[in-house]
């Protein structure tokens, strides 16, 4: 697999999306005021009012940020005001384009973590990602021992203490990409499949109970969006080369 450079450049122009390619891109959501207020304009009336639904204002600007960056993020691929796209949602729950453009077929998903927003671009073919910012969780241990495969716990115990945390947001991550990428939601057991997580071992898809095959349809990636976090994308076919953007 090709992979761009492990900075994040701003696009000189359209980007160029193909087939094999996932497109990542960071955005920032602490944005200011005017900049906030024209991204809102681009929200369709139920993004608005799920933003309003959020208890504290910063995160209904969050949200209003991460939303918008979105949309003016498929607008450059589709060549079409943000605010035309119509979104909808899958059976469960996924995001989608419920008018793509015929020739591209954008798949795409979109992950936030405080003040930083990760969305993934792929071209026929299901694409999830996740991010989080890397804290303190207590009782992580016990979180991994109650969602994680036996696997995947038998991984981390056998990671030095210090290296514990670290991985248990690369397994956190990695397994949130693969369910967000299937658009199943909580529908699938997070213990009922492994993926891999120590520091010297290629990101991937280790097994799927009872679905044997279903290691070879799929690829991971880890992303390194900024320092303090930590992402991973996958997609349902061979990762030829990623390339990531700044918004």
Same mark, same amino acid.
């Given at each position: 697999m090709?992979?761009?450079?492990?900075d994040w450049p701003a696009p000189a122009g359209a980007?160029?999306?193909? +087939?094999?390619?996932?497109? #990542?891109?960071?955005?920032?959501?602490d944005l200011s005021p005017p900049a906030l207020a024209l991204l809102e304009t681009s929200l369709s009336e139920d993004e608005r009012g799920r933003a309003d639904r959020f208890r504290f204002n910063l995160?209904?600007?969050r949200f209003v940020a991460a939303h918008g960056a979105l949309r003016?993020?498929?607008a450059l691929y589709l060549g079409r005001p943000a605010?035309?796209?119509r979104l909808g949602r899958g059976p469960g729950g996924k995001p989608l384009l419920l008018e793509p453009a015929a020739s591209l077929d954008l798949r795409f998903n979109l992950a936030h973590s405080q003040d930083l927003a990760v969305c993934v671009v792929a071209q026929g073919a299901e694409v999830g990602v996740d991010v989080e910012a890397? +804290?303190?969780?207590?009782? #992580?241990?016990?979180?991994?021992?109650?969602?994680?495969?036996?696997?995947?716990v038998a991984l981390l115990r056998d990671l030095p203490a210090d290296e514990r945390d670290l991985a248990f947001f690369r397994a956190w991550t990695?397994?949130?990409?693969?369910?967000?990428a299937l658009g199943e939601g909580l529908?699938?057991?997070?213990?009922?499949f492994s993926v891999a997580l120590q520091p010297d071992e290629p990101v991937r898809l280790l097994e799927v109970e009872g679905q044997p095959h279903e290691v070879e349809r799929w690829s991971m990636a880890a992303l390194h969006p900024a320092p303090g976090y930590v992402a991973a994308l996958a997609v349902e076919a061979p990762l030829r080369r990623l390339v990531q953007w700044s918004w």
């Open positions: 090709q992979t761009a450079k492990d980007p160029v999306l193909t +087939r094999g390619e996932v497109h #990542a891109w960071r955005a920032w959501l995160h209904r600007q003016a993020i498929l605010a035309d796209l890397i +804290r303190l969780v207590p009782g #992580a241990d016990e979180i991994a021992a109650r969602f994680f495969s036996s696997r995947e990695r397994k949130e990409a693969y369910l967000k529908a699938r057991s997070l213990a009922g």
